[in-house]
C-alpha cells in the first residue's frame, strides 16, 4: 500500500535533519494533495457563504456543502441527511448531546455509564451535566488485557440502569476496539441511550450507523485526513427533533420576533451561525479519498503494522505495552519504559525523526487507573510504512541504552 | 549527532540526573513546598533550612519525572546554598534556563522551570511545628501554558 506521494508533509524531515516518521495519527492525521486542493479550490473560485445569498457564488457554496452533507450521509450509511449535523469536532458533538439530549433527559440520580478508557472529550460533558443536573457518572472497569468483559457491562447496565450508555469505539490510549453492536444491544435492552465516540474508529474501519444501531456517534475530520474545525454528530432522527436546540444564532431558526424564535428543521437546527463551509468541502474530498483507498484495505494494512510494533516492542527488555495484544486493537502501540519519563522518549525519538505523543494522551482517569501518569504512543495510519515500524523499535532500543544508569558521576564544585 | 540530541541530554544533565546533588529530605527544613504539573507527572519537592540572616544553609529536593525537571532541581539546589532569600527571589526564570545550559523549546522549559517555582514559593512557606508548611502560594502551586499533553 503506498499512497505517501498523495501527502505532501510526509516528504519532510524533522529539525533534527532525520526523515519524518509520522506515527502520532491518533491525535491527528496529514492531508493528501486532493483535500488541500479542494479547499483551495472553493477559497478561489466559488467561496461564499452559504443559504443566504442570492447570487452565483452563494449557490455553489450552498451546493458543495450540502453536497458534503450527502458524502458524509453515505459515508457512515446514515438514513437520511438531517441525521447528519456538522459541529467543530468531536468534542463540540458530544458537548451538544450532552446539553440537549442530557439536559432534557437526566435528572438527579439518573446514571450516566462511560468505560474508564474514555477521552476527556467523552467525561467532562458528562461530568458538566451532572453538575447541572445532579445525575452521577459511573465508569466500567477494563479487565487486566485492557479489555472489558461483556458479562461486566452487563451487570453495570442491569445494576446502575443508565439513562446514557457514552462510550469510545476504539480507545485513543489503549487501541482496544469495543463491540459496538453488542454493547448497543444490551444497552437498549435495558433502556440505555448509546452514543459512540468513533474519533478513532471511523478513520480506520467501516462504520454502518444503521447496522450498529447507535443513537448518537461522533467523530472529527481532522482524524480522517480531513480539515480542522470540522467534525460530525450523527443521530437518530426522532432523538434529533425532540431534543431542544443548542447554540442560538443565525441558520438554525425558522423566525425569530422580539418575544422568541422557532428553531430550524433538522439538520439547520443544530448548526447555529456560519457553519465550517470549506472545512466540510474539504472532509467530504477526504471521505471520497478514503473510500477509494478503502477501507477494508486500510484496516488490514494498518493492522500488519500494529502486529509488527507491537511484537517487537513486546521483546525489549524494560518496555511495557499499554494495552491488549494486537488482535484486540486498531494501529496504536502505547507503552511506558522502566526508568524514562514519555517526554524524554518522545524527546529522542524526534531526534530520530519519529514523532509519537508523549503525556496522558487527555486520558488521565485511564492513567490514574494504572497507575501511571504519562505514556508513550504510536499509532499508524494507511500511509505509515513497515520501515517507519522498524524505526521506531531500534529507537526506543536506543532510548534504553541512552538513559539506563551507567555510574556516572556530577562533576563536585567547591561550594 | 542532532542538535536537540545533544544540545538537551548532553553529559552534564545526564550526570545531574543520575548522580543528583542533595537528593532527599531534610527534617531540618524551615520552609519546603512541593507542586507538580498534573499534565505530566513531574513532581517536585524542596526543602530549605535558612539560617537567622535569611541565607540558605541547606537546600535539598524530591521528587519524580523526566530527566530535565529532574537535573534541573538538582543544579538548582547545587546553586543556592549560601544564597540570600533576597538573592534567590531575584533569580529570574531565565536565568534557571541559563543555569541549566542546553536551549530548550517552550514545551520542555516548563519541565525545567518546575523546580524553580516550587523553590519561590518554597522562600514564602514557612514549616509550621508539625512539620507542613504553610503553602501561602497556592496561585503559583500549579501552573498551565504550553503542553505537551494537550490535544486529543
Known sequence: MDYRNDFPILGRNSASGAPLAYLDNAASTQRPRAVIDAMSECYEQYYSNVHR?????????????????????????????????????????????ARTWGDANVGPGDCVLLTIAEHHANIVPWHQLAERTGCRVEFLPLSDDFTIDEAVVLEHLQRLKPK????????????????????TKLAHEHGATVLVDAAQAVPHRVIDVQSLDVDF????????CGPTGIGVLYGKEALLNAMPAFLGGGGMIQRVTTSGFESAALPDKFEAGTPPIVEAIGLAT???YLSDVGLDAIQAYEHQLCVYADTQLRQIDGVRIIGPTADKKGGIVSFVIDGVHAHDVSQWLDTRGIAVRAGHHCTMPLHHSLG??????????????LDEAQRLVDAVREVREKFAPSGRRRRRVAN | MSPSEQDIYEEHVLDHYEDPYHRGALEAATHAHEADNPLCGDVIHVDLKLDADGKVQEAWFSGDGCVISQASASMLMEKIEGKTVEDLKQFSANEMLDLFGPKLTPNRQKCCLLSWRVLQAALHSPVNHDGKSDDESEAIRRFGGPSLSEEA
Do not use: C, Q
Open chain 1, 286 to 288: 477526504a471521505l471520497r
Open chain 1, 372 to 385: 501511571i501518569t504519562a505514556s508513550s504512543r504510536a499509532s499508524f495510519y494507511f500511509y505509515n510504512t
Open chain 1, 53 to 97: 445569498g442570492i447570487h452565483t457564488l452563494s449557490e455553489a457554496s450552498t451546493d458543495a456543502y450540502e453536497k458534503a452533507r450527502h458524502t458524509t450521509t453515505d459515508f457512515i450509511n446514515a438514513s437520511s441527511t438531517r441525521e447528519v449535523i456538522f459541529t467543530a469536532g468531536t468534542t463540540a458533538a458530544i458537548n451538544t448531546v
Open chain 1, 164 to 183: 446514557m450508555f457514552a462510550f469510545t469505539a476504539a480507545s485513543n490510549t489503549l487501541g482496544t476496539e469495543f463491540p459496538i453492536a453488542n454493547w
Open chain 1, 217 to 224: 456517534l461522533v467523530f472529527s475530520g481532522h482524524k480522517v
